[in-house]
């Protein structure tokens, strides 16, 4: 794990499934961790208690009254079967820390007394690496997003997609990240803050249309990204 050295620095976070088991067995466990992903983002003392909201809302948010002082900016994030991705930036010292403990702690604690299981569901602490150069920075977004393309377009990362039409289609069906939040469409707006990353790609269609070119031309054997794929 990464020493938080500033927090003026974003941060790139992967923790996965013990042994790469998968973390997320139905769309209710999507839901809790992305629930979770707002509720302990807080300062204050959060409960891992029971919880409700529309699973159709755009905005688990959106009904939230309780005041809150986040810990970090959460930039963009992507839930994969056995792992998740985080690029986030810490607002205060140790905020990560801090943050990381109450979402793994408390996403583990609700996954196993659903499945009546014990023990730990992680592969040990969560990796963090901080994005130090711009070379990183304007990779990681569109690499976390790109990720769901394991499941149908594994070629992604060989740059070998023959159908890159039909590759974006299945991102745009992808709810369990901040792709959707980011073209535009309004899929969990609470979980994340965009304006850093909207100002870089010029706003919602900025982002949409360099898509198609970035899914072609990005080279995860880059020097520049390679450091931080964490897999």
């Known amino acids: ?35 979770d992903l707002f509720e302990f983002n807080d ?13 159709n809302s755009i905005d688990i948010g959106r009904r939230y009254i309780k005041p809150r002082k986040l810990l ?8 994969m079967p056995n792992h998740y991705h985080l690029l986030i ?3 205060q010292e140790n905020a990560i820390s801090a943050f990381m403990k109450k979402l793994n702690m408390g996403y583990a604690k609700y996954f196993n007394i659903k499945y009546n299981r014990s023990g ?18 304007i990779h990681l977004p569109y690499y976390i997003h790109f990720n769901p393309l394991d499941i149908k377009f594994p070629e992604w990362r060989k740059r070998k997609i023959k159908n890159t039409k039909k590759a974006i289609e299945f ?4 709810r ?12 969990f707006p609470s979980i ?40």
């Open 43 to 55: 300062e204050n003392l959060t409960f891992n208690s029971r919880y409700s909201f529309n699973r």
């Open 89 to 91: 930036k810490p607002r």
């Open 120 to 137: 730990a569901l992680f592969q040990g602490k969560y990796k963090a690496v901080p994005v130090t150069s711009d070379a990183h920075f």
């Open 171 to 174: 991102l745009s069906s992808y």
């Open 72 to 79: 970090v900016d959460i930039l963009a994030f992507c839930l």
């Open 176 to 187: 369990w990240s901040s792709h959707l939040d980011y073209s535009g469409e309004k899929n």
């Open 1 to 35: 794990m990464a020493r938080e050295i500033s927090t003026d620095i974003i941060y790139h976070v992967l923790n996965r499934g013990v042994d790469k088991r998968t973390i997320f067995l139905d769309n209710t466990d999507h839901y809790r961790f992305i629930h």
């Open 192 to 231: 994340t803050n965009r304006a850093l990353l909207l100002e870089y790609f010029g706003g919602h269609q900025g982002y949409s249309k360099s898509i198609k070119d970035w899914l072609g031309d990005l080279d995860l054997e880059d020097e520049n990204l390679n450091p931080l794929l964490l897999e």
